[in-house]
């Protein structure tokens, strides 16, 4: 795993045409990026489509990458992959993440009680995008608050006085051991 200081030279290095820097990046990133467009969408497919597309895109940008924070840049570049592909496919309510796809929708095809993802996805839907965004770093890819952080770009201390804010939302409208069972259950089982 690269600290902040070497992904940013590396960074630096592959916007300079260096492509085993580049290639370090890629794979010490790719997982990561996975795991957060499979957390929005909730389709392995799609998000090993999607994941394609926003390494592609940072090749392709990576000249004129910029920012001190190569994390922060990367996470942006696959927010935004995510709303295009949901404006593109207009047949979802809401372009920012899986959370609003219409009730028919099967999200996983094993979790042995439905009634209890159901529960988990309302209460995912009164959340904001940047609250569910948190909650996907924090519970589901395990990243700590410092790492959350970089990634948003924002104060350590702010990411954790918002983590505590969305979980305190969603108190009363689930337990949180159910989320965390099916929380785990997802991750188990994509």
Not at 35 to 50: C, P, R
Not at 74 to 99: G, V
Request: aromatic content about 10%; glycine content about 2%.
């Amino acid at each position: 795993m690269l600290n902040h200081e070497e992904e940013l030279n590396l960074a630096n290095k592959a916007r300079l045409g260096d492509s085993e820097a580049f290639a370090t990046l890629y794979n010490a990133n790719i997982k990561k990026i996975y795991d957060f467009i499979y957390f929005k969408t909730l389709n392995k497919e799609l998000a090993e489509d999607l994941v394609s597309q926003v390494f592609l895109k940072v090749l392709k940008n990576i000249g004129q990458f910029k920012s001190d924070n190569f994390a922060a840049w990367l996470y942006t570049i696959a927010r935004n992959t995510i709303i295009d592909y949901y404006r593109s496919n207009r047949e979802t309510k809401n372009i920012e993440d899986c959370w609003d796809l219409s009730d028919g929708v099967n999200l996983t095809d094993n979790v042995d009680d439905n009634l209890n993802l159901e529960k988990i996805k309302e209460a995912m839907k009164s959340l904001s995008v940047s609250d569910r965004e948190l909650l996907i770093m924090r519970l589901w890819l395990d990243l700590p608050f410092k790492e959350i952080a970089l990634n948003l770009n924002k104060k350590e201390a702010a990411v954790k006085v918002s983590f505590g804010r969305a979980l305190n939302r969603l108190r009363g409208k689930v337990t949180p051991a159910l989320f965390l069972l099916i929380s785990l259950s997802i991750y188990a089982k994509r």
